[in-house]
């Protein structure tokens, strides 16, 4: 591809093209998916275009709520999403990740632009602008506005700097870089609310989520040499806190905050039968390989992947192959 500044040109000349876009992130979406939904959401109509965020009821986790509401979108419907000219698939790795109830083919022939900061994306896109050293995916959005020469309400700096702010874990993690940090400086200058961001994502747990902390603080288990943290919540531990799927989201940062940990995995089971899990690195230490050996995908030091089975099995199966991982580093 050639180059508009930071941003492909081909990824502007589709953007710019279309005149009703579909815009579709990735099931469980986090703060920097709808971030970057929403922000690019409110841009394009700016420009004058017909835009239909793709969010399946039941989908948004009751802390990130607050992000829906400031993009103020309604979700699509499947005929405004088939009817649409181009879709944009925004922080997601593999196809078959979209949250839209019957994934891509439920938008026949409407070319994809895939715009993604994991490095395990499959480009599956027509156009695909992937960018693994990004912090994230609403850095990149930020650089397409700017180059749509799109005005950075201070919505749309909220949205975008509460991405931001998220996938860094508040500028702590080693993704973050002078690149992401001038982004969140612009922001902020352009009115970014960023108290009410830090509160919401940081000090506004429910009774209920703090509830199931307490599950994971309570399941959490160290290797001998203390390389490797693990933990564990299942179905029913998830249930009786009050909590569904939607809620399983950073837990694993109990995990990895455990001095002289370089390997942290949290084992989830929001659905009964699926374990989902949750790979942290510390200090340098890469995971995505061994998330790859289990069908997941992510960056170097942050991944997932979802196994078939009871919490037991899963962790049975997959802490050995963990050990070994880091005894080789």
Not at 16 to 21: E, G
Request: proline share 4%; aromatic share 6%; hydrophobic share 40%.
């Amino acid at each position: 591809m050639k180059t508009s500044g930071p941003v492909p040109s081909d990824v502007v000349a589709a953007t710019c093209s279309a005149s009703r876009i579909a815009l579709i992130g990735h099931v469980t979406p986090d703060a920097d998916c709808l971030g970057a939904l929403g922000a690019l959401y409110l841009a394009l109509r700016q420009m004058g275009k017909s835009a239909y965020v793709a969010m399946p009821d039941g989908s948004v986790a009751r802390r990130l709520q607050f992000l829906v509401e400031r993009a103020g979108w309604k979700p699509a419907t499947r005929d405004e999403l088939a009817g649409c000219e181009l879709a944009i698939v925004l922080d997601t790795a593999k196809d078959r990740r979209v949250n839209v109830d019957g994934k891509l083919d439920a938008l026949p022939g409407v070319p994809v632009l895939n715009i993604d900061h994991h490095d395990s994306n499959t480009r599956f896109g027509r156009w695909n602008w992937v960018e693994g050293d990004r912090s994230s995916s609403c850095e990149m959005v930020y650089e397409l506005l700017r180059t749509l020469g799109c005005p950075i309400t201070p919505v749309i700096a909220t949205l975008l700097y509460a991405g931001i702010h998220n996938d860094t874990q508040g500028f702590s993690l080693t993704n973050t870089t002078p690149r992401s940090l001038e982004a969140a400086h612009d922001l902020a200058q352009a009115g970014a609310d960023l108290v009410d961001v830090c509160e919401r994502l940081n000090r506004s747990r429910s009774r209920s989520e703090f509830d199931l902390l307490k599950v994971v603080y309570a399941n959490t288990k160290l290797s001998p040499d203390g390389k490797l943290a693990w933990s564990t919540a299942d179905f029913d531990e998830i249930r009786r806190a009050g909590c569904t799927a939607n809620d399983v989201d950073d837990q694993v940062e109990v995990v990895r905050s455990i001095e002289g940990v370089k390997l942290a995995i949290f084992f989830s089971e929001g659905n009964r039968g699926k374990v989902r899990m949750n790979f942290r690195g510390e200090r340098g230490c890469p995971v995505l390989a061994l998330a790859q050996q289990f069908g997941g995908g992510g960056h170097e030091q942050a991944a997932g992947a979802i196994l078939d089975g009871t919490i037991r099995e899963i962790v049975e199966r997959v802490l050995p192959a963990a050990l070994e991982y880091v005894a080789k580093l």
